[in-house]
Each structure stands twice: as C-alpha cells, then as structure tokens.
Nanobody, 118 residues
Framework: QVQLVESGGGLVQAGDSLRLACTASGRILDTYVMGWFRQAPGKEREFVVAILRSGGTTPYADSVKGRFTITRDNAKKTVYLQMNSLKPEDTAVYYC???????????WGQGTQVTVSS
C-alpha cells in the first residue's frame, strides 16, 4: 500500500509563489519516479513534470517551463513543486503521482487546490 499526501495549495494572486509538497508513505521504494500533474476545471489532466531518484527530471510542460521547479528529498520521501510567477491559468487541482521505473503512474494523491486570482 502506497499513500501520497499533497500539501501547500491555496489562493494566491498572479505573480505570487507557492511550494507544493507530496510526502509518500507505505510500500514505496525511493527508486520510484515521482511526478506532478494538474487538472483545471473542464479540462483533462495535464502532466507537469516528473523526477527520478537521481534528481534528473523529465522536460517540463511548456506552460510551466521556467517558472516551476521540481525537487525531491529521498530521505524524507517528499517531492516538491516550487511554483513562481503564478498565472490565473495555473489554477487547477495539483496531483502527486508515483510509478516504478519503466512502469505507469499507478499511485496518486488526493490532490491540492491551487487558485490564482488576477
């Protein structure tokens, strides 16, 4: 059993910053790839970025490139998403997910709401 719990969401103004955190517990290996997704109202879930145990990352979604940064602390089993220069179009529920190397994202958190006002 794997549990992922996100935190750090909230209501901010355009241009502000937020840092999301996702802490894993249960039968999760630190070799798992951790990722962030988001889903805005009426839209499909969007992949944002993922990070390997080594700290290497996938390419960021074009919509967040240069503004968001993913990091992880393996000792704390926590992955972070630093979000800077937030825009109203970043408003969404942000989900943390985990997958084994070579596998699919099969473990998901409950999501945390990020709302950016203009």
């Amino acid at each position: 059993q794997v549990q992922l719990v996100e935190s750090g969401g909230g209501l901010v103004q355009a241009g502000d910053s937020l840092r999301l955190a996702c802490t894993a517990s249960g039968r999760i290996l630190d070799t798992y790839v951790m990722g962030w997704f988001r889903q805005a109202p009426g839209k499909e879930r969007e992949f944002v970025v993922a990070i390997l145990r080594s700290g290497g990352t996938t390419p960021y979604a074009d919509s967040v490139k240069g503004r968001f940064t993913i990091t992880r602390d393996n000792a704390k089993k926590t992955v972070y998403l630093q979000m800077n220069s937030l825009k109203p179009e970043d408003t969404a529920v942000y989900y943390c997910a985990a997958r084994p190397v070579g596998g699919d994202f099969s473990f998901w958190g409950q999501g945390t709401q990020v709302t950016v006002s203009s």
